[in-house]
């Protein structure tokens, strides 16, 4: 019985990184948002306020 071989492999450590690439794409995606808004709140002002004169 000592000659057949090991089939079984030790337990591995498996590194995840799922959990940080979405944390890191929800705060991209929520800043960006941010921005764009703003942005078009300005242009829609600015728009706006160069009818009035």
């Not at 944390?23 to 995606?29: A, E, K």
Request: net charge neutral.
């Amino acid at each position: 019985m000592d000659s057949l071989p090991n089939d079984i492999e030790p337990i591995v450590e498996i590194v995840e990184y799922s959990l940080y690439y979405l944390i890191g794409t929800t705060i991209f995606l929520v800043m960006f948002l941010y921005f764009i808004t703003k942005f078009i709140s300005k242009y829609i002002n600015f728009k706006q306020n160069s009818k009035k004169s």
